[in-house]
Every structure is written in structure tokens, then in C-alpha cells.
């Protein structure tokens, strides 16, 4: 390593104008990089939703359906409307009266249960059909061709629709979204700092990896766009410590005498590279371990953090190093009293407290575990979209209207006899809060009138060897009156075709529920077996893993269990994605207190003493990176409008001032009464030290 990190001094210059140049294709790659908005579209392939939407696709070219409410227009007029949404590229059809029955027919000969499902007083309803899946480039252009038909007083409401306008609304606000979160880690920076140009030279460094990270997303073919608007932040945060890590050995190394500002760099890398690069392992582990979710979301963020993270370490070794050097002497020049400062009370508190301190933690620990299990949360993607946006007022619209929430396609067999098909749509017109049935078989018989030609009708609901049955239904997505509702088609179903599907928003949000609460238990067993094992081959210990593991896990319960006792609803990827987050992140501090504490003992300090110095000397390094983590994702959660990315970035903000405060605090107290145990089972650990203090413990505890 030293060679590496002499080459490194040496050739800064040469190594900061690849990454300069490298940058461009990063760019390219960037603009290039498609954005996925549809988060049902990551569920497992072999769910029954899934395969619903297969056959909806494939023989239907039905995967992206929308309805327009158009009120107030003559029926002329809605005709033509009609004509020229056809003419949209993208578009596949558009159903409305004149679809089955001519214009010169009088609207009461169409059946009754048509009537209803297509007019409501003033207004009527057109059914319109993608040629490609929700959120195609294709299907999104179409829709906001589609939306500029506002004007006219239509409407469109869908899954597709709420899409577009999620897509537009992230657009806009990702760039905002970053320079709030780069505005506010420059201010805690020049507080923990003592340079006025350091925290730029910082944010400039961190600025290649990003990109870097952004650009080479376009390998993975896509991202979705939770990942977009959480990546720029997420790397911000948590490789802050990296670049902080370095300048202070840096700047420590050259305050010897005689060193060279090369000499003095030189060793700063091969002195932090270690620290560095284990304490990214933990972090990395954390990330990859999202990749187990079913729900491939969590394998979308965990790669593009997981690769955010290695990509900072790299450039903290190779590209911040030159960028320290070349602003070394605006650094020093531009210096500021530091107003993050050690700690030196707490400490000195924790030791002589430590015993309350740990009965503390384990009563709160009881109540937080419940709270984290029992809070509720949300799976409609809908629901807390701003309501001004022209999606939201289309569905708005939907259910006051047509008493329309959400459209279930039921697929059957087209074996199934007409007599049960009409028995089987009898009875699920009697389901509760089912609003109306379309299909072939009720416009079939001596009850239909004879202007009424269903022919086309048939054409649009028979293909691939199914019949499909539209079910449209009163209540939201995702809510347990929807489920409950799904269960029951499901059985009426299931009689008379074992091997029917039903697909839509509805049944792809039941599923989305049932394979989060796996992979909720899934992902959090990984991420602390796999961070349990890294910390155990790091120390050596059998014991250090679960002390530290333990501490972070309380972090995260509290964390995660205020929002019960607030009585807020979060979204269901914060219970899988924020705890995994907040343990890969922070257990940083934990290792770093742990270190210095072995390094204390090593000196010959005893366990309180070692404590102390140990949360006094990490304690700015600690705080100036946990308030950098705070700020930035405050920052986001108050002016995000979308409610996801806002308790998401709510969550990792407060998450991350609870993981410093339970590591200054109880984890202090944990390793002090653990010493003894520590030591008997960790390798290498300085036992002479711990058991020379053993029997002085509670007195030096006593007199500090």
C-alpha cells in the first residue's frame, strides 16, 4: 500500500485528468439512462397478477388500460375526440358507444348495465388501450398527448396516467431535490470543519463518484425513480465520512515536523485506506442485501448504491487526494474557529452512568420493537400523490362520477360453457362493492335489444383462447376491503375455471402486500447476518458483532416505531429499505468508536478511561457526519411533494441523528460492561488491560 499510495501522490495530476475526462461518457451515460416510474412492474414474474397481465399484454393488448372522462360535450363531438386519440402513436383503441352500436341509434337502446358503466348525467367515459406496457417511453408520450385534452374539461384517470404525471413531478423536483441536499451538507460541513474552502473541495470530490454512479447505470438498463431521487443523496451522506477521514489524517500527518506536503498525503492514504475500505464493506453489505427482495425494486437500489459506495471509496483513494493538493494552500488560508467540538461531558456522563444507561435501553427497546411491527402502512402509490396533479383529479372524478375506483380484468377459459359464464358473472355482480360487470355473455339472448349488435363487443373480450370479464369496483387499490373483494372473485372463479387469472391494478397491489412482508423478514435477516460476519472477521470477535449489531438494531427500531406513536402511515419499501439503510450506514460510528476504544486499551488505558477518550476524540467526526446525513434528507423531506420520497428521505434523516446519539451514548455503555466478555472472546484483544480495570472499574466509574 505504500507503494500504491506514493504512485498515487506522484501522478495526481495525470490520475485527476482521466477522471476529469472520464466524466463525459459518465454524462452520456446518465442522459441515456431509462427511468422506470411503475413500481408494480418489478413484482416477481411468476405472481398470478404478473401472468394476468402477460395474457392482458399478449393476447388483449390490454397492459396499459386508462379511462377518459369527458363532461359536458356533445356526443359528436366525443366522437371525433374519439377519432383523434386513435390517431395518438401508442394508442391501440378507443371503446366508447360507437365501438358496439352506431351513433344514430338512440342511447337507450343501449343495455341498461353499458348505459351506466359509460354515461353519468353530462358526462361519458371512454375506455382507452396502449399498444405497449404502462410505463413504456411510448405509452407516457401518448398520455401526455392524451392530458393536454384537460382544457376541454376530460379527464384521464389509470394507472398509466398517475405514471405520467409521477414521472413528470420527478423530473422536476430531482434537481431540486440535490442542491437543497448539497446546500445543506456544505452548511454543516463548514461547521465541523475548519476551513471555509475544504467543504467545496469535498463536495467537488464526491461530485465524480456520483456521476460516475449515475452514468454507469446505463448497464443495468434502467433504474426506477426512487432510486434517481434517493441516489444523489444516499452517496452524498454516506460517503461523506471517507473524504473527512482523509483531510484529517492529512492534515495531521503534516503538522510533523520535517514532512513534505507529498510525504505527508502519501501516508494519510495508507493510513485511512484500511478504515476506509472496511467500513465500506459494512455499508456495501447492507445495500446488496435489498438485491434478496422478491419485489426487484430492492435489487434496483441496492446495486446502484452498492456500486455508489465503491465507486466513493475509489475516488476518495485516487481523485480527492489530487484535489486536497491542489487547494492545500486556500485550505489553510481560509481557516474558521471549528463550532462542531469534541464532546468531553458525555463521556465522562456514560461512564459514570453506564448501568442506567443499559437499563434504559433495554425497557425502551421492548416498546420499540412493538411500535416497529405494528405501524401502519400504505401500498396504494396513489393515495398520497398531490392532489392537484391531473391524474389524481381524473380518478377523483372516476369515483364520484361512475363510482369507479379500480378495474379488475378477470381471464377464463373460453371452454367454460355459456350458461356458467353468465352464472359466474351473476354472481360476481353480487360481490360487495362491485360497481358493474362487462362482458360478451350478458348482450348474448332473447333479453338484449335488437339494435344492440355485440359482434364487436366480442372482438375486443374473446382472444388467445379467454374470454375476459371487466370488473370495475368502488374501492381503492391496496386498501382491505379491495383484498377481500379480489379473494372472493377469486373463489367465484375458481369454480367454474381452476386455472382463471385475474389482473389489473388491484390484484397487482394484493400481491405487491403479500411479497413485501416477506421480503421484509428476508432482507433484514441478510443485512445482519452478513454485517454480523463482516465485523466478526474484522475484530476477530465473537462477541463485538452482536454488541454493535445490537445497538444499531435499537437505532432502527426507534426509528422506525415513532411513527406509531405519531399515528402516520408510511409506505411499504420504508420498512424493508430504511432499516437496511440505516444499519449498513451507521454501523461506520459504531466501528469507529470500537476501534479507538481497542486502540485506548492497547495504550494501557483502562475500559472507563479508554471509553472516554474514545467518544471524545470520534465524537466531531461522528456528529459533523450524522448532521451532513440529517440535513440532507430533512432538507429533501420539506419541500418533497411526493409523499414516498418525503417519509423515505423524513426516515433516513431521523434515523440518522438516533444512530449518533445510540452511539455516543449506549454504545459506550455496552462495550464498558462487556469489557470482560470482550475480551475472552475477541482475538488479539488486550486482556491485561481489561483485567487490570476490572476490579477498578466501578471505582474510577464512581469518582468520574
Not at 443523496?233 to 500527518?253: C, G, K, P
Not at 510525504?263 to 475500505?277: G, L
Not at 494552500?329 to 456522563?349: C, T, Y
Not at 446525513?629 to 423524513?650: E, H, P, Q, R
Amino acid at each position: 500500500m505504500e507503494q500504491l499510495s506514493r504512485f498515487i501522490v506522484k501522478h495526481r495530476n495525470a490520475i485527476l485528468l482521466v477522471a476529469v475526462l472520464l466524466l463525459i461518457p459518465s454524462i452520456f451515460g446518465y442522459l441515456n439512462t431509462r427511468v422506470n416510474y411503475d413500481l408494480l412492474s418489478y413484482l416477481p414474474k411468476d405472481t398470478e397478477s404478473m401472468k394476468a397481465q402477460d395474457v392482458l399484454g399478449d393476447d388483449f393488448n390490454l397492459s396499459s388500460v386508462d379511462m377518459l372522462v369527458v363532461n359536458g360535450m356533445p356526443e359528436k363531438d366525443v366522437a371525433k375526440l374519439k377519432t383523434q386519440i386513435e390517431g395518438i402513436d401508442g394508442v391501440d383503441k378507443v371503446i366508447w358507444r360507437d365501438s358496439v352500436l352506431d351513433l344514430s341509434v338512440p342511447r337507450e337502446a343501449i343495455p341498461e348495465s353499458i348505459q351506466d358503466m359509460l354515461y353519468s348525467g353530462d358526462s361519458t367515459m371512454l375506455i382507452i388501450t396502449f399498444r405497449e406496457p404502462t410505463a413504456s417511453d411510448r405509452t407516457m408520450n401518448a398520455i401526455a398527448q392524451i392530458k393536454q385534452y384537460s382544457q376541454m374539461d376530460c379527464w384521464l384517470a389509470g394507472f398509466s396516467a398517475i405514471t405520467e404525471d409521477t414521472r413528470d413531478l420527478v423530473t422536476t423536483e430531482t434537481p431540486i431535490y440535490s442542491a437543497i441536499a448539497v446546500a445543506l451538507c456544505l452548511v454543516v460541513l463548514c461547521l465541523g470543519l475548519e476551513s471555509w474552502v475544504a467543504p467545496f473541495v469535498f463536495l467537488l470530490g464526491i461530485a465524480f463518484p456520483i456521476i460516475y454512479n449515475m452514468g454507469t447505470n446505463i448497464f443495468l438498463g434502467e433504474i426506477s425513480y426512487i432510486t434517481k431521487a434517493l441516489a444523489l443523496i444516499l452517496q452524498l451522506a454516506v460517503t461523506m465520512d471517507y473524504s473527512i477521514f482523509l483531510l484529517h489524517r492529512y492534515q495531521e500527518e503534516k503538522a510533523k515536523p520535517g514532512v513534505t506536503n507529498e510525504e505527508a498525503m502519501a501516508s494519510a492514504i495508507q493510513a485511512t485506506f484500511v478504515s476506509i475500505t472496511s467500513s465500506s464493506i459494512t455499508t456495501i453489505a447492507g445495500f446488496l442485501a435489498l438485491c434478496f427482495m422478491s419485489l426487484t425494486l430492492g435489487k434496483d437500489i441496492g446495486l446502484v448504491m452498492a456500486k455508489g459506495v465503491v465507486l466513493g471509496v475509489i475516488c476518495t483513494v485516487l481523485v480527492l487526494p489530487s484535489l486536497i493538493m491542489f487547494f492545500d494552500k486556500w485550505i489553510e488560508k481560509w481557516k474558521h474557529p471549528v463550532l462542531i467540538r469534541p464532546v468531553k461531558k458525555a463521556p465522562v456522563f456514560v461512564t459514570k452512568h453506564y448501568k442506567a444507561i443499559i437499563a434504559v435501553f433495554v425497557l425502551l427497546f421492548i416498546p420499540a420493537i412493538y411500535a416497529q411491527a405494528n405501524v401502519a402502512q400504505y401500498y396504494d402509490l396513489t393515495a398520497t400523490l398531490p392532489e392537484d396533479m391531473a391524474s389524481v383529479q381524473g380518478t377523483t372524478q372516476m369515483k364520484e362520477k361512475f363510482n369507479m375506483n379500480t378495474t379488475h380484468f378477470v381471464l377464463v377459459d373460453d371452454k367454460v360453457s355459456a350458461r356458467d359464464m353468465q352464472d359466474m358473472i351473476s354472481q360476481m355482480e353480487e360481490v360487495k362493492g362491485v360497481s358493474n360487470v362487462l362482458a360478451y355473455e350478458k348482450y348474448i339472448g332473447p333479453g338484449v335489444p335488437s339494435t344492440f349488435e355485440p359482434a364487436q363487443l366480442e372482438d375486443i373480450l374473446h382472444n388467445g383462447g379467454r374470454r375476459l370479464v371487466v370488473v370495475n369496483s368502488e374501492y381503492r387499490g391496496a386498501t382491505d376491503e379491495e383484498n377481500k373483494q379480489l379473494d372472493t372473485l377469486r373463489e367465484i372463479l375458481h369454480k367454474y375455471d381452476k386455472n382463471g387469472l385475474i389482473g389489473g391494478e388491484g390484484a397487482l397491489d394484493e400481491d405487491l402486500i403479500k411479497v413485501t412482508n416477506v421480503d421484509f423478514q428476508m432482507v433484514n435477516i441478510v443485512s445482519i447476518v452478513a454485517i454480523l460476519a463482516i465485523i466478526a472477521v474484522t475484530f476477530k470477535s465473537l462477541s463485538l458483532p452482536f454488541i454493535l449489531v445490537l445497538a444499531i438494531e435499537f437505532a432502527i427500531s426507534v426509528n422506525m416505531g415513532i411513527p406509531f406513536f405519531t399515528h402516520t402511515t408510511l409506505p411499504f419499501i420504508a420498512s424493508i429499505v430504511i432499516g437496511t439503510i440505516q444499519l449498513g450506514a451507521c454501523i461506520d460510528y459504531a466501528i469507529l468508536i470500537t476501534s479507538r476504544f481497542r486502540e485506548e486499551l492497547q495504550n494501557g488505558q483502562t475500559p472507563v478511561r479508554a471509553i472516554q477518550i474514545s467518544v471524545e476524540k470520534s465524537s466531531t467526526s461522528i456528529i459533523t457526519s450524522g448532521l451532513s446525513f440529517f440535513a440532507a434528507c430533512t432538507g429533501v423531506a420539506m419541500i418533497a411533494k411526493m409523499d414516498m420520497i418525503a417519509s423515505l428521505c423524513t426516515l433516513l434523516g431521523r434515523g440518522a441523528l438516533i444512530s449518533v446519539l445510540v452511539i455516543l451514548f449506549i454504545l459506550p455503555a455496552l462495550l464498558l460492561a462487556c469489557s470482560g466478555l470482550i475480551a475472552k472472546t475477541t482475538k488479539g484483544w488486550p486482556k491485561a488491560s481489561a483485567r487490570a480495570a476490572s476490579s477498578k472499574s466501578g471505582k474510577e466509574a464512581a469518582r468520574a
